[in-house]
């Protein structure tokens, strides 16, 4: 079968949209296999969840390490206040990062689950490794290169929106 193809603006992509659960034959009873779709979507949740662990556990130093050093908090208070302060801070001071990456610096229609997937693979992998060699790193920045890069190499260089691109710069 030959996949469908889905034209973004003006760029071809050869490979399934979304698969459809009624190319999967039926097993026993009217039990299907869970679909693709489905794997992909919680690979991306997956991915999503590990970039906010990583984000956190990289950047948790910098956040902290004033009043840990200056003896104002023990370590302990300081990363819980932390912690509060990054969970409560998007329902109080609102998403507008998160707003201009998933709206504004990709066009929609290039921003599949392939593209988020990719993207936060590699954010995720560059986090790890500048961890690991102590090098410092933005998690949103990884976030942000990782999006564009899987952007541009599955839909081309006409999916990024250059004033949102401006934008982040």
């Known amino acids: 079968r030959v996949p469908q193809?889905?034209?973004?603006?003006?760029?071809?992509?050869?490979?399934?949209?979304?698969?459809?659960?009624?190319?999967?034959p039926a097993t026993s009873g009217n039990i299907r296999p869970f679909p693709i779709s489905g794997l992909l979507l919680i690979l991306a949740l997956a991915l999503a969840l590990s970039n906010a662990f990583l984000a956190g556990f990289h950047g948790s130093a910098a956040v902290v390490a004033t009043v840990?050093?200056?003896?104002a908090l023990t370590p302990r208070v300081a990363l819980l206040c932390a912690a509060g302060a990054a969970g409560v801070g998007p329902f109080v001071l609102g998403t507008a990062v998160a707003d201009t990456i998933s709206r504004q610096l990709i066009a929609p229609p290039a921003l599949t689950l392939e593209v988020l997937i990719c993207?936060?693979?590699?954010?995720?992998?560059?986090?790890?490794?500048?961890?690991?060699?102590?090098?410092?790193?933005?998690?949103?920045?990884?976030?942000?290169?990782?999006?564009?890069?899987?952007?541009?190499?599955?839909?081309?260089?006409?999916?990024?929106?250059?004033?949102?691109?401006?934008?982040t710069l």
Do not use: E, N, V
Request: glycine share 10%; net charge positive.
């Open 5 to 24: 193809t889905a034209a973004i603006s003006g760029h071809m992509r050869p490979f399934p949209i979304s698969p459809d659960i009624d190319r999967y």
């Open 68 to 71: 840990i050093s200056s003896r």
């Open 119 to 167: 993207g936060l693979a590699s954010a995720a992998c560059w986090i790890a490794l500048t961890w690991l060699l102590g090098i410092p790193c933005s998690a949103s920045q990884a976030t942000i290169g990782g999006l564009l890069g899987a952007s541009i190499t599955i839909a081309g260089f006409s999916s990024i929106q250059s004033l949102g691109l401006i934008k």
